[in-house]
């Protein structure tokens, strides 16, 4: 059965799902490791985490959680 929302009810319900999602909140970068390997870095509430560079649902690693971190420094030439 098709429920009906107002526009706001919608959007929270929305927002409800989302947020349960693996990959929710998850800002994604493009790295390489030493290998040479193409990855993605990615970083959100939780930690640092990195990914296969064709899915990003399979984390290759756990870098960091976040109450081990205090600061993170980036340069454009970040290699793992």
């Known amino acids: 059965m098709l429920e009906v929302f107002c526009r706001e009810d919608a959007m929270l319900e929305y927002l409800k799902i989302a947020q349960d999602l693996e990959m ?9 490791n030493k290998k ?10 939780l930690g640092i985490n ?18 081990q971190l205090d600061c993170v420094v980036c340069s454009s030439h970040f290699r793992l």
């Open 24 to 32: 929710y909140g998850v800002n994604y970068f493009e790295i390489q």
């Open 50 to 67: 990195i990914y296969e560079k064709e899915n990003k649902y399979v984390r290759v690693t756990f870098v960091f959680a976040q109450p």
């Open 36 to 45: 040479g390997s193409d990855l993605w870095l990615g970083v959100d509430a």
